[in-house]
DNA sequence: AAATGTGATCTAGATCACATTT
DNA sequence: AAATGTGATCTAGATCACATTT
């Protein structure tokens, strides 16, 4: 993992979220004051990692924890027979590193080149026992990402096919609105068989998920990569839809 | 919601957890320090309810955080048609009350007669704003909780009926040895209808899940609420199943 | 009476195999 | 060459209907 010194055009570290007590019409927010953000940039390194490459894996030593300045994150765990689960994909202003007994609890690994800060797990403990007002935005940054990993469990739960395509480009539309991102266009930074890994089910039928919202004149796909949702009210029907009939 | 005073004989609110940081075999522990909860228990009104009950709804404004004392609570959202997702179940020593800009992100309610400690959101945040230590350990258990609930995630992704019966069953054996009560019957606080919208299939799937375990030899029902694992090695086997072919 | 179990039927999506696109 | 798409086949579990248990 190549290493860099801070760059200067940067703000430092962010970490974005819906609040969890004040409305907002579910507008994300930047939780960290530019004060706060100036020092916390003192205690990361900046790290810079190619496509595809790992970042960590599950069960080393949780010695760091990372926020993602630009690029993709898979974060994912492997079964024993081979067969992978995405428990998240992670964008600009997400933290990762989850650890459980100073072990992480899954592995991580680039989509796209990343740019990232790269904090020691012992300086940061040590600012935050020091910083009142950053462990508070820590903690809205956790409330958020527990709704959003519920929020992953729920579309899991879902059976149909379409449903559950619909529901994750809608999360992928959420997320690219809550950056400040043009929406018009939903961009997918993973391929099908991470989405399928992501969905709980299989690339085939994430692929015939993509041609059956086309027929039905529901997306219209520019690339692999690039959709539009052309119909709207349909699309937000099979997203909702939680029954298994036909 | 009745209200009651503070008993004498409790100890004040606790939030426990697998620490993400040191090494403990998987030992739960108690992240509050006497002091802390005694300085929490200030702020708290305890709440008991009984069996079938429900705390808050979906939506409502989110003014209180819970803290159980004894009882389990199951956490849920419904789904315009009716249908429930069970996005947790919740058990002693567990906070909930989860929010997105000031409203409830999903329901609650009793599953067993309940005794909570209430807190008000407003004064949680002022204590919480006073107190690095009280953060700290509020952190800690936030990502505790992450981890379980990208363990449901994992969970609802399986694709074998018998797995995820069977890792559910695990989940809760875990969660009992963390209670520190003994292990040798797993106790089922909920029914199969609530255990089936946890794991995403519907209950008589959920019946022929414990039919096909018990048949092949692998758990023994004392009753419907009861069971032991009577062969452990199988069921390991089945619980770390990912495949769906036979 | 409500929760749970069980049988019969049907279908969505897994799997396998190969074609097509990038 | 790897990612993606598509067709054919098969099966696990959804659904419906009713029986049994608590």
Redesign the pocket.
């Known amino acids: 993992m190549a290493r860099a010194k801070i760059s200067t055009n940067t703000h430092g570290p962010a970490i974005r979220g819906v609040d969890p007590w004040t409305p907002s019409a579910g507008k994300m927010r930047q939780f960290l004051s530019e004060e706060e953000r100036a020092r916390l940039a003192v205690l990361a390194s900046i790290v810079r990692l190619n496509k595809g490459e790992e970042i960590y894996s599950e069960g080393q030593r949780a010695d760091a924890v990372f926020n993602i300045i630009t690029g993709v994150v898979k974060a994912y765990k492997t079964a024993p027979d081979g067969s992978e689960h995405v428990t998240a994909f992670l964008f600009k202003d997400d933290m990762f590193g989850l650890s459980e007994e100073g072990k992480y609890t899954n592995s991580a690994k680039a989509l796209t080149p990343l740019a990232l800060y790269r904090f020691p797990v012992p300086a940061l403990r040590r600012r935050l026992a020091k910083d009142a007002d950053l462990e508070f935005h820590v903690i809205c940054k956790l409330l958020h990402e527990l709704r959003e990993t519920q929020r992953h469990a729920f579309l899991l739960a879902r ?6 395509v619909a529901m994750f480009l809608q999360l992928l539309e959420n997320l690219q609105a809550g950056r400040g991102e043009r929406t018009a266009e939903i961009y997918l930074p993973m ?4 989405i ?1 890994e992501y969905l ?12 059956g919202l086309t027929t039905r004149g529901i997306i219209k ?1 520019r ?3 690039h959709l539009k949702i052309a119909d709207r009210s349909t699309f937000d029907e099979i997203a909702a839809d939680t ?4």
């Open positions: 059976r149909r096919a379409l449903s559950k391929n099908r068989s991470d399928g709980g089910m299989s690339l085939e039928a994430v692929s015939r998920a993509f041609r796909s690339d692999r990569r029954t298994n009939a036909p």
